[in-house]
């Protein structure tokens, strides 16, 4: 059975200012995928339309068939690299997972494509400082067969790790899971952090002197 | 059908609300020649009479494939059935590369019966004549459609259409309701049986017949749509033929049996 994972911060910026702190940025496409994304706020609201459109009339065909990860991952690559020769980038990187049940048994898909148009599949993805911080850890410790619970942990010590290293994150996270039952989006909650460093005790110790 | 005041052009009515240049067009189709088509659930096969124009010529090609996982067979205007077949063609690879997946049959049919509609509502333009039988395989199963020029389309467990099509159909409509479980080897026998009742006497053999299927396996893979080739045909042929012989054989212990090389059905015992 399996679970495909999503964990996220809960904020959104302007500029570089962290601004607004529960925004969620996770959706879930159709019955088989989820969407996460990081970047611009408002161009993800007008990506979530056009998935809105498809799946919708997706849906209302009512023929057995329906989008899997894999088909709204290819129509997402499509549209952002189109946005990005038109010299109009939809400003995101878009992380695309899912589970679906296929003729030979349930096939997942994880995939991400950014805003050129950059797009691959991997069983681990992260964007901007993830990239750098978490993959390296996902690499070394992620295995075909883990449990939720196992997937939770390891998901949780690369969120800390940028909660501690990303000058841009906040202590709220959410993850979100999917299987081929559906779509499970987790209610935000925070990690327990440390900051009883000896060096943080007195911060104006050695403040004293001129510029 | 007689000739009469509203058949002039597509976008006059009759007063019984009828439309006969688009009644026109579906004559086109009975004159081509026939083409059948079944279902089971997995697979779907298509099959055609061929015909040419003389005995020096090639013959008409019926059945075209659209994409890995559907295909067509047609009667009627060949010219139209191929620029349609080209339109399918196009749709599906226009699909595949947005989606990176098959285009499910149901919305490639759909999309043929609203280019066909287009031509009973312009002035400018004529109906398409012919009609084609869409078979295919998507996520849902083995489909097949019949869409006809008047922009209408069905969904078939098994279908003819063409001249003397009324004979296949009369022998498919005995046999269609176990379709849907029926073997692609059992439905490829079907399909040239039913084939060959159009042909009225005339010997089938793989020269004047076509033969394409296409299906999931149990395992889950995809033979994708493909035209069997005519040594094959030839060889269910004789099989089929051979399995014909056999029970007359078997009442006379006497008389001699011919031996086909393609024969699986062994001679009973006596």
Known sequence: MWNLFFSLVLSASYGSTLRYKSVERIKAVGKHSLIGASGEFSDFQEILRYLDELTLSDHMWDDGNSLGPKEVHSYLTRVMYNRRNKFDPLWNSLVLGGVKKGPKGEEKYLGMVNMIGTHFEENHIATGFGNHLAIPILRAEWCEDMTFEEAVKLVEKCLLVLLYRDRSSINKFQIAKITTEGATIYPPYSLKTHWGFAAFENPSKGAVGSW | ?270
């Open chain 2, 1 to 270: 059908m007689f000739r009469n005041q509203y058949d002039t052009d597509v976008t006059t009515w009759s007063p019984a609300g009828r439309l006969f240049q688009v009644e026109y067009a579906m004559e086109a189709v009975k004159q081509g020649s026939a083409c059948v088509g079944l279902r089971s659930r997995t697979h779907a096969v298509l099959a055609a009479a061929n015909k040419a124009a003389s005995e020096l010529s090639s013959h008409q090609r019926k059945v075209f494939r659209v994409a890995d996982h559907a295909g067509v067979a047609l009667a009627g205007l060949t010219a139209d059935g191929r620029v349609l077949s080209r339109f399918l063609r196009s749709e599906c690879i226009n699909h595949a590369f947005v989606y990176d997946a098959p285009l499910p049959v149901s919305r490639l049919a759909l999309r043929l019966a609203d280019k066909a509609q287009v031509c009973t509502q312009r002035s400018w333009k004529r109906p398409y004549g012919v009609g084609l039988l869409v078979a295919g395989l998507d996520e849902s199963g083995a489909h097949l459609y019949y869409n006809c020029p008047s922009g209408n389309y069905f969904e078939y467990q098994a279908f003819a259409i063409g001249s003397r099509s009324q004979a296949a159909k009369t022998f498919l409509e005995r046999k269609f309701k176990g379709y849907d479980d029926y073997t692609p080897d059992q439905l490829i026998r079907d399909a040239l049986s039913a084939i060959k009742e159009t042909l009225q006497g005339e010997k089938l053999t793989s020269s004047n017949c076509t033969l394409a299927i296409v299906g999931r396996k149990d395992d889950g893979t995809v033979e994708p749509f493909e035209m069997i080739d005519a040594k094959r045909v030839q060889e269910i042929i004789d099989s089929m033929e051979a399995a014909e012989e056999t029970p007359v054989a078997a009442a006379e212990p006497s008389s001699t049996q011919e031996e086909d090389k393609g024969t699986d059905a062994a001679p009973m015992d006596i």
